[in-house]
């Protein structure tokens, strides 16, 4: 029998919902995993009674073994939060004690301790607010961490998440990769470069490859413009950038469809035989995608050197501490994340 692979789940911001789902994640573990949680004892042991769970909770050091998973037994690499965190009440005290579970569970991954990361939702206005002005969201963080250039942002709701909600009805496979991440809108058409658009599609490409086992995905591209420019009379970004990107991909053997119109790429007909939609920005793609599996879908970063999960959601103080947050799209993530690490992703 194969031994689960460790994942190291950060807690993500103290004052959301990311401690209380990790402790409902320990209270029934997914299968084929070993989470150990990175975060503050007290604070997450505080939130499962908080939810009236009972759980153990075991402190290890990185070096420790790693034992099965067991319903009810939380496995912690400790950090300790800066400021006592109130559910739904933001402090930026607490900024870097959220940054330092990142750092650890970086850490681990890169030293062999962890097969890979998850990580539940952090507040990124509070991390600037605290003064971290060049902070723009995990994605890029790690980009930063792991000193890659390039990193790709991809959302899936997939046939293997799918596996495990037998009641879902959406598209069997939809991935959709982001060409641009966190940016202002004002800013998106200027990041679109030749450069940066041959990064982005050759890492996805790769990783499709790599992480599901496909031998020759197929990806279909946005236009930036409505219409995806209607011939340049509506915007030259597909003229100018995108047709060419993509046909000099094309000559290399990368399967690519488009530019094309993303309001009717996203209807089923135009995604059948897909592996992956390619969008030029965040809102472009992620509300499609949101749509279709807000619940069941999970974040991946691609182009790291070891898969790294994360939720659908983010830090939904409005529910902090109620008991009322859907840990669905954390099961996604971990097992998403289990998957990638033994490398066995079901197509
Ligand atoms: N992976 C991440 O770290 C991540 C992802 C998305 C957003 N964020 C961050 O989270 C913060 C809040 O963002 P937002 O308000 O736009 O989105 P949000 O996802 O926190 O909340 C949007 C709505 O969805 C609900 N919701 C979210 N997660 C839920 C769950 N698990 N179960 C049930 N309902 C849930 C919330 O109650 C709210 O009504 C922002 O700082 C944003 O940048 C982080
Ligand atoms: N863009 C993501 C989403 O909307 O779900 C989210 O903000 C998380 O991004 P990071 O994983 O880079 O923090």
């Not at 998850?118 to 930063?144: C, N, Q, S």
């Not at 202002?184 to 490409?205: K, N, Q, W, Y």
């Not at 993303?262 to 592996?275: I, M, S």
Request: charged fraction near 20%.
């Amino acid at each position: 029998m194969s031994v689960s692979p460790v994942l190291a789940l950060t807690t993500g911001e103290p004052a959301g919902i990311g401690p209380e789902l990790a402790a409902m994640l320990a209270v029934a573990p997914v299968a084929g995993s070993r989470v150990v949680a990175v975060g503050d004892p007290e604070l997450l042991a505080e939130r499962a009674a908080r939810l009236g769970l009972a759980l153990e909770i075991v402190e290890l050091a990185q070096h420790e073994a790693v034992p099965a998973a067991a319903p009810g037994r939380l496995l912690v690499w400790p950090v300790a939060l800066r400021a006592p965190a109130r559910p739904g009440v933001l402090n930026t005290a607490n900024a870097d004690y959220v940054l330092e579970t990142l750092d650890v569970a970086i850490a681990a991954c890169r030293d062999g301790h962890a097969a890979g990361m998850v990580t539940a939702p952090l507040h990124k206005g509070v991390i600037l607010d605290a003064g971290h002005a060049g902070f723009r969201g995990h994605t890029e963080y790690l980009r930063d961490a792991c000193g890659v250039e390039e990193v790709v942002m991809m959302l899936a709701t997939d046939s293997a998440l799918h596996a495990l909600r037998p009641g879902w009805r959406g598209p069997a496979a939809l991935r959709v990769a982001l060409a641009t991440t966190h940016l202002p809108l004002r800013e998106v058409a200027d990041a679109i470069t030749g450069e940066s658009l041959t990064r982005v599609l050759r890492i996805l490409d790769i990783d499709l490859k790599r992480w599901y086992g496909l031998t020759a995905p197929r990806i279909a591209v946005c236009g930036l413009n409505p219409h995806a420019g209607e011939g340049g009379h509506l915007g030259r970004e597909e003229l100018e950038v995108i047709e060419p990107v993509l046909a000099a991909l094309r000559a290399e053997g990368l399967r690519l469809d488009g530019p094309l119109p993303a309001d009717t790429l996203f209807t089923p007909r135009h995604l059948e035989g897909v592996d992956a939609v390619l969008a030029m920005y965040h809102d472009q793609g992620l509300p499609v995608l949101k749509y279709a599996g807000f619940g069941s879908a999970a974040n991946i970063t691609l182009g790291l050197p070891f898969p790294r999960t994360s939720v659908d959601h983010g830090t939904a103080l409005d529910l902090a501490g109620s008991g009322r947050a859907d840990p669905g799209s954390l099961r996604v993530a971990v097992a998403l994340a289990a998957q990638m690490a033994s490398r066995s992703i079901i197509q």
